[in-house]
């Protein structure tokens, strides 16, 4: 099964795409966390994302795309792949059609989760990430038990948590990435999800839209 999760930045969607995993033994593909394994590599690929990153500008297709469809051709992703942001526009999502439909593969379900936008602000401010294994934290939601992660390793603010690159992220979202949502309305495939409550309650919605997707 594929599943999509889409919504703004702060929206969740790593969250619940980490318990997805727990639950179905899926494989999680964050462009995000693609893009920013490239940019602490200091590849070509990833200096030439962090000039758009930093920004809270979108990284050019091509160069997503790339990565995305070496990260796909893994043997772990045939049982089925979680997309946690991605695709961010139109272009990227026929994109993704064209390469699943190659393999005689579909979306199965895209999971839409809505928050208002002064939530998903102040969300995004308190967020924090372990700068080892990646796990995600919320200062407000989902406090680190201690100073470190479970792991062992620093936890960190994301340098595109920032006021101003957080506005333009959520600008970006409504102009680019908004439009999915009529996009996958129209193929049947889109369920919304109020993210607007806490992690478990959400998470136990998402599991029966899996569920029910599952047995189709
Ligand atoms: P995220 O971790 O999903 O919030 O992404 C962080 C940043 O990486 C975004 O603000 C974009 O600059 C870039 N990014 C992540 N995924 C994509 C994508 N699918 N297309 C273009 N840029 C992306």
Do not use: H, W
């Amino acid at each position: 099964m594929n599943i999509l999760m889409l919504g703004a930045p702060g929206s969740g969607k790593g969250s619940q795409s980490e318990l997805i995993v727990k639950d179905y033994g899926l494989v999680q593909i964050s462009t995000g966390d693609l893009l920013r394994q490239a940019v602490s590599n200091q590849t070509k690929e990833g200096i030439l994302a962090n000039s758009y990153m930093s920004k809270g500008e979108l990284v050019p297709d091509e160069l997503v795309m790339g990565m995305l469809s070496l990260r796909m051709n893994k043997p772990d992703c045939r049982k089925g792949v979680i997309f946690d942001g991605f695709p961010r526009n139109v272009k990227q999502a026929e994109m993704l059609d064209k390469i699943l439909a190659e393999d005689g593969k579909k979306i199965d379900i895209v999971i839409n989760i809505g928050s208002p936008f002064g939530v998903l602000k102040e969300r995004l401010m308190a967020r924090r990430l372990c700068d080892k294994c990646g796990k995600g934290y919320n200062m407000i939601s989902n406090p680190p038990k201690s100073k470190t992660c479970d792991c062992g390793g620093n936890i960190i603010t994301r340098s595109d948590d920032n006021d101003e690159v957080i506005k333009n992220r959520l600008e970006v979202y409504l102009s680019s990435t908004k439009p999915l949502i009529e996009y996958y309305k129209k193929k049947g495939v889109l369920a919304d999800i109020d993210g607007n409550r806490k992690i478990p309650v959400i998470y136990g919605d998402i599991k029966e839209l899996i569920n029910k997707a599952g047995n189709r």
